[in-house]
């Protein structure tokens, strides 16, 4: 099946600094990648959705400015935390849809665990 | 607003017992419903339905939908300990994106 990979697995950084999840789709070209972000016990919540070329999609509630997403080429989006805080501690989680069209062909990376100390 | 709701939230039954999992949504333009397992990271596919009434399989695990009453069924016979995980049910509105369930954490003990 198709492989999604993100990186950092997990990242620790200290309040007020940035940090840049990448999401790549190894093996198709995802025209429309999902952020999404879960908290410990609870589900994934969708943060924004990008496509590529153009300006992201986000969430009622989601700070565009904190959670920067760029989808700069059509196997890579980005999401950046700026001026990360312990609140913004959560796991991420990417996924991706191919251009097959096919409804549920959405593959997720191996997810993102921020900490933020 | 959307709406996927799971049931139970969570579930602890002995090695070999059926469990049945539960998932009702309101969705404005219904597109799929989507079954995933999640353990310790990204959550792994379990089924797409799509049409009422037409059960899919897999192993011990299958599932069916229901259009009509909004809901469906995810079921596991002879239940296994590597079975405990957090189901989650999703569904794809006409918008492209899954809105997903709050889950039911499963725990099978031997």
């Known amino acids: 099946g198709a492989v999604v990979s993100q990186h950092p697995s997990w990242v620790i950084c200290k309040s007020g600094t940035s940090v840049k999840i990448e999401c790549r789709s190894l093996?198709?070209?995802?025209?429309?990648m999902f952020w999404y972000r879960q908290f410990p016990k609870q589900s994934l919540m969708l943060m924004a959705t990008?496509?590529?070329?153009?300006?992201?999609?986000?969430e009622q509630g989601v700070e565009k400015d904190k959670f920067l997403i760029n989808h700069a080429s059509l196997t890579l989006s980005t999401l950046t935390v700026t001026s990360a805080h312990p609140e913004d501690s959560s796991f991420y989680i990417c996924?991706?849809?191919?251009?097959?069209?096919?409804?549920?062909?959405?593959?997720f990376g191996e997810g993102s665990r921020l900490t933020v100390l | 607003e959307d709406k996927v709701v799971q049931s139970p939230l969570s579930l602890v039954v002995h090695e070999g017992d059926t469990v049945t999992l539960n998932c009702s949504y309101e969705?404005?333009?219904?597109?799929?419903l989507l079954w995933y397992k999640q353990e310790k990271k990204a959550p792994t596919f379990l089924f797409m339905l799509?049409?009422?009434?037409i059960e899919k399989k897999s192993g011990r695990l299958s599932s069916i939908l229901d259009k009509k009453e909004l809901f469906s069924i995810l079921n596991i016979t002879a239940t296994q300990t590597g079975d405990s995980a957090i189901y989650l049910c999703?569904?794809?509105?006409?918008?492209?994106?899954?809105?997903f369930g709050k889950g039911t954490s499963l725990l099978v003990t031997p």
């Open positions: 996924s991706a849809s191919g251009s097959s069209g096919i409804d549920g062909e959405l593959f």
């Open positions: 093996d198709f070209q995802a025209t429309t």
């Open positions: 990008s496509n590529e070329g153009s300006k992201a999609t986000y």
């Open positions: 969705v404005t333009n219904f597109r799929s």
């Open positions: 799509t049409s009422s009434g």
């Open positions: 999703a569904v794809y509105n006409s918008g492209y994106a899954l809105n």
